[in-house]
């Protein structure tokens, strides 16, 4: 059997057996698939990923762990009619709340939303198994398999523990003074927190939308003009609407997640991971200029991202297991100290035609997270336009609020041009 505990960063994101957390990601494609190709490219897809031939079981009372499975379960695929063009929004809404903890039922599920010559294709997967780089993949692996059905994937085996990626040298002993320092003084700043019974128990929602074209590739253009980047634009786009749509209640910061790969070469882009490391980034002169504020944020994402040490995280992180259910709790309790955490997972990679469809557009993924402040928002680049999914809970940040939100951003990027 082959198993591996949880990592703390995996565990936070599994929350609880009662607590899905959800990841959502849509293609929308033109042309006509075949079931028993959908069917095949699942098989071979499940035969390459371990986690997606695992479970997760108790191994005690407070250690979840990945159990890889010899015969488990086909991934499932579920076929809807298609009806509307906000089909697959409706559907990725529920799927948020559908968990994944029936055994020998793997840790994916497959909606084909089947229209006569349009049809979406969305993967499910909880969050505590992949990053918005994992999700990709396997939707990229999906649609090469539904071109070519006798493609071959290639396997690799379940990493055994955050020490399959420390680096030449590290010596946990020097480190294990630091992580026991840590681990002091978070158990007494859990101690001094205020225990709060709030929580969220409106509805969560997602909104979405799309730049064009032109007004993409405009934007792009300036940006490079500039040299500044377009995520560094849109966290100072989304501050400023924060700061212009809730006032004194804004906090004039974002937590930006980066992919881990850039720092952990060992995480292969085609592999499955669950955690990104985050960068918080804020408007510290709050000028009215949203180019300008971008500047300072693009000087302040790189600074920060050359003190990342990933690694050291994942380990420091392996040291704070006996606090993780007082992180869950703060982290459903407490409104944070940002405004938003905004993923930006650029331009995606995949081929827009394939020799029987074409793959029309694909739509961000999306979220629900448990916690009190669940303001979310993804973005993605394809076919040269910009998608975006925000999402956050009618209790935290009321819904016409969002709309506001997003307006504003709308409008702060056009004056941009």
Not at 116 to 145: A, N, Q
Not at 285 to 301: G, V, Y
Not at 336 to 363: A, R
Request: with cysteine; proline share 5%.
């Amino acid at each position: 059997m082959i198993e591996r505990k949880l990592m703390l960063v995996e565990r936070i994101m599994y929350v609880d057996p009662e607590t899905p957390l959800n990841c959502v990601f849509t293609a929308k494609i033109q042309g006509k698939i075949a079931e028993e190709h959908i069917r095949n490219a699942l098989a071979k897809i499940q035969g390459k990923h371990p986690l997606l031939r695992s479970v997760i079981e108790m191994m005690d009372t407070k250690h979840p762990h990945f159990v890889v499975k010899e015969g488990m379960e086909s991934i499932p695929l579920q076929i809807v009619e298609r009806k509307t063009e906000q089909d697959w929004l409706i559907v990725s809404e529920c799927e948020w709340y559908h968990p994944f903890s029936k055994d020998n039922k793997p840790l994916a599920r497959l909606v084909w939303i089947k229209g006569e010559d349009v049809s979406e294709l969305l993967w499910m997967l909880p969050h505590c198994i992949c990053d918005g780089t994992s999700i990709v993949t396997l939707m990229r692996e999906l649609l090469s398999l539904l071109d070519n059905p006798n493609q071959e994937l290639q396997p690799y085996p379940l990493f055994k523990s955050v020490n399959d990626f420390l680096p030449q040298g590290f010596d946990p002993r020097k480190k294990s003074r630091k992580a026991k320092r840590y681990l002091l003084l978070a158990r007494l700043f859990f101690f001094l927190q205020r225990k709060s019974r709030k929580r969220n128990s409106g509805k969560n929602y997602a909104i979405h939308w799309k730049l064009d074209t032109e007004t993409t590739v405009a934007l792009t253009k300036v940006c490079k003009m500039l040299g500044i980047s377009v995520h560094a634009v849109l966290c100072s786009a989304f501050m400023q609407a924060f700061r212009e749509v809730r006032g004194k209640l804004a906090k004039n910061k974002v937590i930006s997640p980066v992919d881990i790969r850039h720092f952990i070469p060992e995480i292969k882009q085609d592999h499955m991971f669950a955690f990104a490391p985050t960068v918080e980034l804020s408007l510290k002169k709050r000028k009215e200029n949203i180019l300008a504020n971008a500047n300072a944020i693009k000087s302040e994402l790189s600074q920060k991202m050359e003190k990342v040490k990933a690694w050291e995280l994942l380990w420091m992180g392996e040291q704070m297991h006996p606090l993780v259910e007082r992180m869950i709790t703060m982290l459903k309790s407490s409104p944070g100290g940002h405004d938003i955490t905004l993923s930006n997972m650029g331009k995606i990679q995949m081929p827009n035609v394939y020799k029987n469809f074409t793959l029309e557009t694909l739509y961000s993924p999306t979220v629900a997270f448990p916690w009190l402040n669940s303001n979310t928002l993804v973005t993605t680049t394809f076919n040269q336009q910009m998608d975006f999914t925000f999402m956050s809970n009618e209790d935290f940040l009321p819904k016409e609020e969002a709309i506001k939100i997003k307006d504003k951003v709308i409008g702060f990027l056009a004056l941009s041009l």
